[in-house]
């Protein structure tokens, strides 16, 4: 038995040596654990992403974009915009300020006197975009969760709306053959 014991040592130190050996010669090392950081980052980044696409994807023409689907339901521009303000809400709480009723429906005010086009549209959700991706990469809040659940709920919306005047959506579209 002592000679077994014996025997750990240089396989131990072989298996090693390989490792280091495979890190010297450039092999990927493996990808770093998933964290719950992690996963609420590239939720809220994948997420508002594939949004983003949405509102410039000229396949949804200019003219349907005050489509709505019920009279009671908000137009497709009406849903970039209300992902837009969560963007702007969320990077607003991450930054520590208090979201009051008065200054939430001031800047909801101020939304609807903004011009009722998709470039207007692009323009202020990319501006929101470059506010709040850093913020939730250096800080990725777990009250995140509950606007993701928020942005999710209106991204679906959106799918629908698109499903319902006869256009497949972006991220289910069959790429162009090469």
């Known amino acids: 038995m002592p000679h077994r014991s014996l025997l750990v040592l240089p396989v131990a130190a072989i298996a090693t040596l390989n490792v ?3 890190a010297a010669q450039g092999q990927t090392p493996a990808p770093p654990p998933l964290t719950y950081e992690r996963v609420i980052t590239s939720t809220w980044t994948s997420l508002h992403d594939k949004i983003l696409v949405m509102a410039k994807d000229t396949m949804f023409p200019d003219e349907k974009l005050g ?3 019920h009279p009671d339901a908000r137009s497709v521009l009406e849903e970039f915009r209300q992902v837009t303000l969560g963007l702007e809400l969320a990077s607003a709480q991450l930054r520590g300020e208090k979201l009051t009723g008065p200054g939430v429906a001031a800047r909801r005010k101020a939304d609807a006197d903004k011009p009722k086009t998709r470039a207007s549209v692009v323009s202020d959700m990319e501006a929101a975009i470059a506010v709040s991706y850093p913020l ?5 809040n777990p009250l995140l ?7 999710a709920e209106h991204y679906g919306k959106l799918v629908s709306n698109y499903r319902a005047v006869g256009i497949v959506p972006p991220s289910s579209r069959q790429p162009a053959p090469q």
């Open 145 to 151: 969760v509950g606007w993701i659940e928020d942005q």
């Open 136 to 140: 939730v990469e250096k800080s990725p």
């Open 67 to 69: 489509w709505k689907p």
């Open 20 to 22: 280091l050996i495979g």
